[in-house]
């Protein structure tokens, strides 16, 4: 074989015909090329497209910080085209190559490989103690590559979104340092990350799961504490920043309105955690306490120094405040009368009162007063954070003191005004709770008590029905009361008229008893007894020991005999006698010098004041006491601990005997003997006597309010329920609960009764509530059998008080089982479906054999429903008709239909889909569906699927459309209404629909009801996608052929027939709590309105004929409705704007749009003229819409919305100062009232600033326009001054004088706009209809304070104005006897004003004027008069005395002038 290879013989012949090898030919071609600059370019060009084709990035960009090789650097090849030697460019050029290969965009693919790399430094081991944290390898490779990512987005090379959500793939592996470094070092910021993923619940979750770890290892971060609390500082921020910024109108899209939903869930969700975590009494070093301790440090000046201008940071405090105040209201004002003296401010948590003055820094004291008052009316509060928050107010703000005294006087102003029970509780607690932390912060109680009703000046005093309120109140505290404040009411009572002194004296018989029953004597109180304090009550012997050394004290510094114990020697002999001296004459070793005390002695004893026989004693006993020992303490009895264990250990033994019985089947006759062993065990363990455990029928109090159960208690019901599961497992495997016995319900007779039910209910819920998921086959089976049994007993157990979530109203036993059961989730609907199936298969077992109604009576109807609606839900079998075809065809045997369920359910594995299919398809349960109690209707179905959250729903979001799609138009609407359907009325569908919608919104299950004005979108509003279903069919019904003249045309929309059938439904009245409750509807009828299409509001014209759309029902609507509930005469933007969207769609079907648009709001200037100054106010922002919309017309816009913009232009070109001179300033066209609007909104928007220059421009008489301008500006004084922070009162007052100067001037009459009635027409009915109805009955407000600017000499010559200054004064005398001007706020410029605005000092000076003004009127204006005081029932007898006189005096007295407005 040659040693040559085929290559070196391969060649070509030469000359001379020999073939040369292949090392020849390379060696002649290397002859041939010459080195030179153009090979090292092409060499190394070639190398520049080797080295890209095959870098490998993912390495690369988890390389450490520092710069590349040498032969890397990218200056070192010009190819790359780059001006810099760093690694970005590098990987830049070959991430471009890359792109251009594969053909996706280079921006794409750089996010992907960054993102990749990011995640994979996430996820490189690190330090178990900093889960949040990098560490210093992580941190130095992540520092590289977002220098590589900064080089990239330079270069628009990077896609921040593609990134983000790369990132949220492998969200579990992220870092909470890492992400917050891409935030630092400006890659992506938190805001981007947070809006590139809709799943915000997710992002929620790893936000709170990441900052509670983050502020758990804060102070175990070591050298990484100054980076954590950088990080927690930039999250608060950031949160605190997008949460509570301003709105920025409806044109937010959806990614800007993620971010602030996340970052309000996150602290409210951080919040949360905190305040449970202190509710369950967090220790000092827990994780816990560290996490809380952390995040509330977070709310620090530093953190908010830089956003603090925004003015998120103040709207974060109220708002957080807010929840505090109002988490886990379960409290009742009794438990906080009796417990609220640990809650001052020495004994409430450090965290929390901590977390309280971190708030306080950023609302001035004022605001926190008012703040905490809207607070107390507007919710259910949490009296321990409200009393501890005042507590922290009194200890913690300079001036508070002052302060909480002139809240508590409005207050009690306020109680005795309106006899509002509600302000009088608020008073008693908080004066209480600012006493408790002492005289230097707050006057005692006592003094307090004394000071408010111990003279007549009192607010009791001012009539009988005052009296009979104060000492109702105080009556109905006694049970309650401590001690101390029975004996300040008892020793410094209320002054009482003498003849209403039999309340007194019942309310201190009354209060005596309590004492007595408390073992408390009023006699022997102390001298110097602190009567302010809530503490328990000191023995007299102790407390006089205390006394002695309190009169010493004093009487070293005086020389004297202090008066309280010389009142005592008078007043209080058996006291001072039995006690006082008792310890003030102990026997001692007398000292060698005379103290304080041997002087004390001596001078009550020159003074009298100690029997002779006592001090002989004394003398002698000092004489022998060092001769006398003490003696011995009496020793106490202790409990032995050794007897508690044995009873609880012989009870489990007893238990265990019961078990072995159970599962022996031939012990099954000793079982009731068994359970009479358990329930005589049961007795001796808890030390109930024989009472104790009776099963008679007694008011239960079960809830977060009742008292944990102790150790001992909750120990033994573990071990009746593990008992009784047990015992129950082992009965069903030996035969079926209907041959079982009887042992299942005498076990729940003897061992559930009166002592125990409450503890057992509890902890029931606390299973089925917090760990139903989580709990097995056979713990459900028991639990469900337990529940049965417990309500198979309700004749002779209880009822359960309601509480959240269940409804106010007490509870039967299997009512509150129902209650427990929600379906808003995936776990919960599975555990509801396991639940239920167990529930219902044992109770038709065991009670089949009984008559109907007795078996049916076991079950609760709201259980069935429950069960009927999971099973349609996660089963679409179940949702076919039951027929025997269908059944023939079902897998499941004719055994498994035949038997009910329970016997495969004890057997594992618990198969639950095949046995709620079983117990579905039964014949005795269709028979049970077929009952009225129990049938499954088309309403019940819409208020469970309202409880389902989509975020957590086992339906994909394609399976719960096509769920819906099936249960309403397939199932329910075509069923008739004795079947729960809708007998083929989409329009009923509808309507079920809304209320159903809007009843959940008001319900328990609606949770987290903000403050803020948009109640239904401040808590969980119901499945969203059910409004999805809502549109859907309102959108069939619109489009659906219906005759224009007939019945539905007549009637309407639905939508608005629903709305007037719910208000005429609502308590009437203008009392505090129906005025909420009516505005609590109305904002849920506005979001249900603002839901819809627009069209709703409106009626399609007919095309033939130029004819408006048909708003009558939503000018209704507002005129009755929404107008009591506008501000500032002019509806909101929303709705506003959602009207004219509807005229301009229902105008563009007719033939004339602008013709129709034109009649429409011709018609609203007399049918609904709140819309149009609505239009006025939102112009700058609707009017840009209606463009837009009307633009595909081609046409100007119509006629009278050209108006709208001319007047709107009016007023503003009217108020400008560098407008045209005041003889060249145009009217507007139309009417003079839509001008008059234009101008007071514009005047509002001007802010601060005299009117006076703008109005003297109005170059005609306009009388017209300047009526209506001041009647406006009447309304914004009377607006500004029912706000609570009236900062604008002041200015509006100054808009009504200017305007009435200006009115004078020209002789305008304006008297008649205050006898507005609803039959005047024309303009007088357009202006009522611009007011809300509080307002108009507030006019006599408004007219008398404007008392100082009138020109009364002017005035008192028009025969009208005493008619209209007397029924303005007689008005306001009523308003102020009703107390509503007690919702007034007061202009605080200076006292003058603030007298002014002040309702008694109003009254007072419109009582003045009128006196001395009926003697310079002219005798026309008697006419009548005498009527006009019969009218109002002589509420001023003076006046009324004053006026009859004058008029009798003018005998020539001719008709009164009828007052005409216009």
């Not at 070092?185 to 979750?205: K, R």
């Not at 001090?615 to 303490?633: I, L, V």
């Not at 004219?1140 to 034109?1158: I, T, W």
Request: charged content about 20%; hydrophobic content about 40%.
């Amino acid at each position: 074989m040659s040693d040559s290879s085929p290559l070196d013989s391969f060649s070509s012949p030469g000359p001379g015909g020999r073939r040369r090898t292949w090392a020849e030919l390379l060696a002649g071609r290397a002859r041939r090329q010459k080195p030179g600059a153009e090979q090292g370019e092409h060499l190394r060009a070639a190398a520049v497209r080797l080295l890209r084709r095959h870098l490998n990035l993912g390495p690369l960009l988890l390389e450490g910080g520092g710069p590349p090789p040498a032969k890397l650097r990218p200056g070192a090849w010009p190819d790359l085209r780059t001006d810099g030697g760093d690694l970005g460019a590098l990987v830049g050029s070959a991430l471009r190559d890359q792109a251009s290969r594969l053909g996706v965009p280079v921006a794409v693919l750089s996010s992907q490989t960054v993102a990749s790399g990011f995640v994979q430094i996430c996820e490189a081991p690190a330090e178990p103690s900093r889960a949040v944290l990098l560490g210093p390898e992580q941190r130095e490779k992540l520092s590289s590559l977002l220098e590589i990512a900064g080089h990239l987005l330079e270069h628009s090379m990077f896609s921040r979104l593609s990134f983000c959500r790369e990132l949220w793939k492998a969200q579990d592996s992220l870092l909470l340092e890492a992400v917050w470094r891409l935030h630092v070092q400006n890659i992506v910021s938190l805001q981007e990350l947070l809006e590139s993923t809709e799943d915000t619940q997710v992002v929620v979750a790893w936000l709170v799961r990441n900052l509670r770890c983050l502020c758990e290892q804060m102070e175990e971060s070591g050298p990484h504490a100054a980076v954590a609390r950088a990080m927690l500082s930039d999250f608060v921020q950031m949160f605190v920043l997008r949460g509570f910024q301003k709105d920025s109108g409806p044109r937010r899209n959806a990614e800007a309105e993620r971010t602030p939903q996340v970052a309000v869930a996150v602290l409210r969700r951080m919040l949360l955690l905190a305040l449970e975590a202190l509710a369950a009494g967090v220790q000092e070093g827990s994780l816990a306490h560290k996490a809380a301790q952390c995040w509330f440090s977070g709310f620090s000046g530093h953190t908010f120094r830089s956003i603090i201008s925004t003015g998120s940071p103040r709207r974060f405090s109220r708002h957080t405040l807010t929840q505090v105040l109002t988490h886990q209201p379960v409290l009742k004002v009794s438990d906080a009368v009796h417990m609220q003296r640990g809650w001052s401010f020495a004994r409430t948590h450090p965290l929390l009162t901590g977390l309280y003055r971190r708030l306080f820094v950023l609302l001035s004291p004022e605001e926190l007063v008012g703040h905490l008052q809207e607070v107390l009316e507007a919710h259910e509060v949490n009296w321990q954070h409200v009393l501890s928050c005042v507590s922290t107010v009194v200890v913690c703000l300079p001036g508070a003191r002052q302060l909480v005294t002139d809240w508590v006087a409005r207050l009690l102003t306020r109680a005795f005004e309106r006899f509002d029970l509600d302000s009088m509780v608020v008073v008693s607690l908080v004066v209480r709770q600012a006493a408790l932390e002492g005289p230097s912060v707050f006057p005692p109680y006592a003094d307090w008590f004394q000071a408010s009703f111990g003279s007549m000046r009192g607010p009791h005093c001012s009539s009988k029905k005052a009296l009979v309120f104060l000492f109702k109140f105080l009556s109905d505290l006694v049970p309650f009361e401590a001690p101390r404040y029975l004996q300040v009411h008892i020793l410094h009572p209320p002054l009482v008229p003498s003849k209403y002194r039999s309340l007194l004296t019942d309310y201190i018989s009354l209060a005596k008893t309590r004492l007595a029953d408390l073992k408390v004597s009023v006699e022997n109180m102390g001298l110097y007894e602190d009567l302010s304090s809530a503490g328990d009550i000191i023995e007299p012997q102790s407390q006089a020991a205390q006394d002695v050394q309190k009169a010493i004290q004093v009487f070293e510094h005086t020389g004297k005999i202090p008066v309280a114990v010389m009142e005592a020697s008078i007043f209080r002999r058996p006291y001072y006698v039995s006690h006082f001296l008792s310890a003030l004459l102990t026997p001692r070793v007398l000292p060698s010098t005379p103290d304080s005390r041997v002087a004390f002695i001596e001078s009550l004893r020159r003074a009298d004041k100690i029997p002779l026989s006592l001090y002989t004693a004394y003398c002698q006993a000092c004489a022998a006491a060092d001769k006398e020992e003490p003696a011995d303490a009496a020793l106490g009895v202790k409990v032995d601990p050794s007897r508690v264990e044995g009873s609880l250990a012989r009870l489990t033994a007893a238990l265990r005997d019961l078990r072995a019985a159970m599962a022996d089947p031939t012990q099954h006759d000793v079982l009731s003997a068994q359970v009479a062993v358990v329930s005589e065990r049961l007795r001796v363990a808890l030390g109930l006597s024989e009472d104790d455990g009776s099963s008679e029928a007694v008011e239960l109090q079960l809830g977060v309010r009742a008292p944990r159960p102790e150790q001992r208690e909750q120990q033994v019901v573990d071990l009746l329920l593990t008992t009784f599961c047990q015992s129950l497992m082992a009965a069903s495997s030996l035969a079926p609960p209907d041959r079982q016995g009887s042992w299942a319900a005498r076990f729940v007779m003897a061992t559930c009764g009166r002592a125990l039910l409450p503890a057992v209910l509890a902890r029931l819920r606390q299973l089925l509530c917090h760990q139903g998921p989580g709990l097995r086959a056979s713990h459900v089976l028991g639990l469900a059998a337990l529940a049965v049994h417990l309500g198979e007993s309700q004749s002779v157990l209880l009822e359960v008080p309601g509480g959240p979530p269940a409804p106010a109203r007490g509870l039967s036993i299997p009512e509150f089982f129902d209650s427990l059961l929600t379906c808003a989730s995936k776990d919960a609907l599975l555990f509801c479906l396991k639940f239920c199936t167990a529930a219902i298969s044992y109770s038709l077992c065991k009670f089949s054999s009984q008559p109907r109604d007795a078996w049916y009576s076991r079950l609760s109807p709201g259980l069935i429903k429950k069960f009927h609606f999971v099973v349609l839900r996660l089963f679409s079998e179940a949702r076919d008709a039951l027929s025997a075809e269908d059944t023939a065809r079902d897998p499941l045997s004719e055994e498994d239909t035949a038997n009910l369920p329970w016997r495969p359910l004890c057997l594992p594995p618990a198969d639950w889909q095949r046995a709620a299919l079983c117990l579905w398809r039964h014949k005795a349960f269709q028979e049970l569906l077929k009952e009225e109690e129990f049938r499954f209707t088309y309403r019940d179905w819409v208020w469970l699927e309202l409880e389902v959250h989509p975020e957590a729903d086992s339906l994909s979001d394609a399976e719960r459309r096509d769920f819906h799609q099936w249960a309403i138009r397939e199932h329910f609407l075509p069923a008739p209404s004795t079947a729960g359907g809708c007998d083929g009325d989409l329009e009923t569908a509808c309507t079920v629909l809304v209320n159903g919608l809007v009843d959940f919104c008001q319900s328990s299950r609606s949770y987290d009801h903000t403050e803020n004005s948009d109640l239904v979108l401040g808590g969980y509003t119901g499945n969203r996608d059910l409004l999805s279903r809502l549109q859907e069919m309102a959108a069939d019904l619109e489009q659906s052929p219906a005759e224009p003249h007939g019945p539905a045309a007549s009637r309407g929309h639905f939508l608005f027939r629903v709305f007037h059938r719910r208000l005429q439904a609502l308590a009437g009245g203008w009392d505090l709590a129906s005025l909420l409750q009516r505005q609590r509807e109305l904002l849920l009828y506005k979001w249900v309105l603002l839901s819809l299409p627009s069209s709703v509001m409106v009626g399609s014209p007919r095309v033939e004929l130029p004819a408006a759309p048909d708003c009558t029902e939503f000018f209704q609507l507002v005129n009755s409705e929404l107008r009591n509930f506008s501000h500032g005469g002019a509806l909101t933007h929303d709705i506003t704007v959602h009207f004219f969207r509807g005229v301009l769609s229902a105008c563009s079907r007719s033939k004339d749009p602008s013709l129709a648009v034109d009649l429409t709001l011709t018609a609203c200037q007399t049918e609904c003229p709140l819309a149009l100054t609505s239009a006025l106010l939102w112009w700058p922002r609707l009017e840009p819409e209606l463009r837009s919309r009307w633009r595909r017309f081609q046409s100007p816009l119509p006629r009278e919305l050209q108006r709208l913009r001319e007047a709107w232009q009016f007023a503003s070109s009217f108020l400008s100062p560098d407008t045209m001179p005041p003889d060249t300033v145009p009217t507007a066209a139309g009417p003079a009232w839509v001008s008059a609007a234009a101008l007071h909104f514009a005047i509002q928007r001007a802010g601060k600033g005299s009117p006076r220059r703008a109005l003297e421009r109005l170059h005609s008489p306009q009388e017209e326009l300047l009526r209506v301008l001041f009647f406006l500006s009447l309304l914004g004084l009377l607006s500004s001054r029912l706000t609570p922070q009236a900062a604008d009162s002041l200015t509006a007052l100054d808009v009504c004088a200017e305007t009435l100067r200006c009115l004078e001037k020209r002789k305008v009459s304006w008297l008649s706009l205050f006898q507005l009635t609803e039959t005047d027409a024309g303009l007088g009915h357009v202006l009522l209809r611009l007011a809300s109805d509080q307002l108009i009955r507030l006019l006599p407000v408004a007219f008398y304070s404007l008392l100082s600017y009138f020109d009364e000499d002017t005035l008192i010559q028009d025969t009208a104005f005493l008619h209209v200054a007397v029924d303005m004064y007689l008005k306001l005398l009523r308003l102020f006897v009703t107390g509503e001007t007690g919702s007034l706020s007061t202009p605080a410029r200076d006292q003058e004003v603030r007298d002014q605005g002040d309702a008694v000092s109003l009254v007072t000076r419109a009582r003045l004027f009128l006196l001395q003004s009926v003697p310079r009127c002219p005798t026309q204006s008697f006419s009548h008069m005498a009527e006009l005081l019969a009218s109002h029932g002589g509420c001023d007898p003076e006046l009324s005395a004053a006026l009859l006189s004058r008029q009798q005096a003018a005998p020539g007295t001719g008709p009164s002038q009828e007052l005409h407005l216009f």
